[in-house]
């Protein structure tokens, strides 16, 4: 009976080790623009509609003083992580009513794992989702200096989290260090850099990561950019193709008038975020370039 446990037990770590070496990129992967007009090669386009209320929904959705979370926009999968022991093994909870959505949950999970293994373990997560009644709340006792008014917060979303130390701030903590050096490659971004307050309007803090997803967590570390500057981007180049490691990705953004009807790539696959103001991005994974 031991020896089939210590079997089992042995094939799960085999396959976490699996999954992370083909579901996630390797550290500081190389990432290559490509500034040609491309398309998957060789193959077809399929033609997709995008409902208008996407826009308002998705991992890239900008909130903050001007642009509020819609009721679309709050993550479908928010559990209460004291529940979830499968998934708060490498981290610490500093209240157990803290609640964050189970994707972004399970992303940092990863990431923990991963820390884990440089010999960095003491993660606490201490804010994650919170409802308007409870970013009200918050807004009304601790002021405008503290916090931001209910529906301006990313922390409305699900998406967000305030990420601590068991060993003291986070800023200067071994925690801190290796977030700021490797959240990126689990697709987490430090929302709100030191050297980027005029652009956030927010004020630094080392401890608040927001969950974009791969690979746009990546190209923003590249081009260090925060969020406003990462959509403003997209949308002016339109279309935008590059290699991470060994996987070819093409972003487009789609305006707010072209929903109807939208063309990718066919047989690959993809992932729409709204930027919660005039359009959508749409992801596609892709097999090869070619020029076009």
């Not at 509609?49 to 826009?55: A, H, L, P, T, V």
């Not at 992580?81 to 998934?87: A, N, Q």
């Not at 807004?139 to 967000?160: I, M, Q, V």
């Not at 746009?216 to 193709?241: F, I, T």
């Amino acid at each position: 009976m031991k020896k089939w446990l210590f079997l089992c037990i042995v094939l799960l770590v085999i396959a976490f080790k699996i999954y992370q070496k083909e579901m996630l990129p390797a550290k500081n992967p190389a990432i290559i623009e490509h500034a040609a007009e491309i398309s998957a090669s060789g193959e077809d386009t399929i033609t997709i509609r995008i409902d208008k209320k996407q826009i308002h929904k998705g991992n890239l959705i900008l909130v903050n003083k001007d642009y509020p979370v819609h009721t679309k926009g709050v993550a479908n999968d928010i559990i209460e992580l004291s529940r979830h022991d499968e998934l708060t093994q490498g981290f610490e909870l500093l209240d157990r009513s803290i609640e964050l959505s189970r994707k972004v949950t399970e992303r940092f999970s990863e990431l923990t794992a991963a820390a884990a293994e440089d010999g960095v373990d003491n993660f606490r997560i201490s804010s994650g989702y919170r409802n308007q009644e409870e970013q009200g709340k918050l807004y009304r006792e601790k002021g405008a200096d503290y916090a931001l008014p209910a529906g301006y917060s990313e922390h409305n979303t699900g998406l967000s989290l305030d990420i601590g130390s068991s060993r003291g701030e986070i800023k200067d903590s071994p925690e801190g260090k290796w977030l700021r050096a490797n959240a990126w490659d689990y697709g987490f971004i430090l929302r709100y850099p030191e050297d980027k307050t005029n652009i956030t309007g927010i004020k630094y803090e080392a401890w608040h990561f927001r969950y974009v997803g791969l690979p746009h967590s990546l190209v923003m570390k590249e081009k260090n950019m925060v969020l406003e500057e990462y959509l403003a981007d997209l949308k002016q180049r339109k279309r935008l193709g590059i290699t991470v490691a060994d996987r070819k990705y093409l972003m487009l953004y789609v305006p707010a008038s072209q929903l109807g009807s939208v063309q990718v790539p066919a047989g690959h696959p993809y992932t729409v975020s709204g930027n919660n103001s005039d359009g959508v991005i749409v992801t596609v994974e892709l097999s090869k370039w070619s020029t076009t």
